[in-house]
């Protein structure tokens, strides 16, 4: 089943904080977090799996609640080049195969 | 970078053509995907593979097909373009990781608009 993201949309001026977060109704093992920008593919930002391991190449950072099967990307100090759609991936037990995206949270970082 | 190529980036065709969209990846990962976005929207899974003479379908039901008779290339045909396959499809790659999905590599999509 998709995950839910919210909010569906944002729009900050730079500088400022953004919360997106990221549900499912069943359990997970792994969320992924891209971010997309326009006419452009999905970039990798982060893993974090069940039991708190994170494995990322930038410096956002992200929670994952097990028991209430949520995640949450934070973005703080936001800058221009944030902007862009981001996307949760979830991936549930049995080795997680399938990876389902959420519907995205388009993020507006204004000057 | 990634090593994952598309092609065609831009395709149209029109009505009941055949086409085939092309995926090779140089990372040696053993699966690979195929998602299906319209613009602004979210990314369906129509096909995956684990590796060789492995493929299974997504959660977005397709009149596509794939196959995946070398690591490196998973291409996606479809035998008969209608215009409700207008969209753009997304190639990708994950490193093997024991028990879970690893990071996904995009291509850059080919983009199929079906007249």
């Known amino acids: 089943q998709q995950p839910v993201q919210s909010p569906q949309a944002v729009i900050l001026r730079e500088g400022e904080d953004a919360v997106i977060n990221c549900s499912s109704s069943?359990?997970?093992?792994?969320v992924h977090w891209y971010r997309q920008k326009h006419g452009e593919a999905p970039v990798f930002l982060m893993i974090?799996?069940?039991?708190?391991e994170q494995k990322g190449h930038e410096k956002i950072s992200a929670s994952f609640n097990e028991k209430k099967q949520q995640s949450s990307l934070y973005l703080t100090a936001s800058q221009l080049s944030y902007s862009g759609t981001y996307f949760c991936?979830?991936?549930?037990?049995?080795?997680?195969?399938?990876?389902?995206f959420g519907q995205g949270t388009r993020l507006t970082i204004n000057p | 970078e990634a090593d994952i190529y598309q092609t065609p980036r831009y395709l149209v065709i029109g009505t009941g053509k055949k086409i085939t969209l092309e995926c090779s990846q140089t990372?040696?990962?053993?699966?690979m995907y195929w998602y299906q976005q319209d613009p602004g929207m979210e990314l369906h899974l129509i096909h995956y593979?684990?590796?060789?003479?492995?493929?299974e379908k997504g959660d977005l039901s397709s009149e596509s097909t794939v196959s995946r008779i070398r690591t490196e290339h998973f291409p996606l045909t479809l035998e008969s373009a209608r215009p409700s396959h207008t969209s753009q499809y997304l190639c990708?790659?994950?490193?093997?990781?024991?028990?879970?999905?690893?990071?996904?590599?995009f291509g850059e999509g080919s983009r199929l608009t079906v007249l």
């Open positions: 990708a790659s994950s490193v093997d990781e024991e028990g879970y999905t690893g990071e996904l590599f």
């Open positions: 069943k359990a997970l093992y792994s």
């Open positions: 974090l799996l069940k039991g708190g």
């Open positions: 991936g979830t991936g549930g037990l049995q080795g997680a195969q399938k990876l389902v």
């Open positions: 990372m040696g990962h053993d699966k």
């Open positions: 593979s684990y590796g060789v003479n492995s493929t």
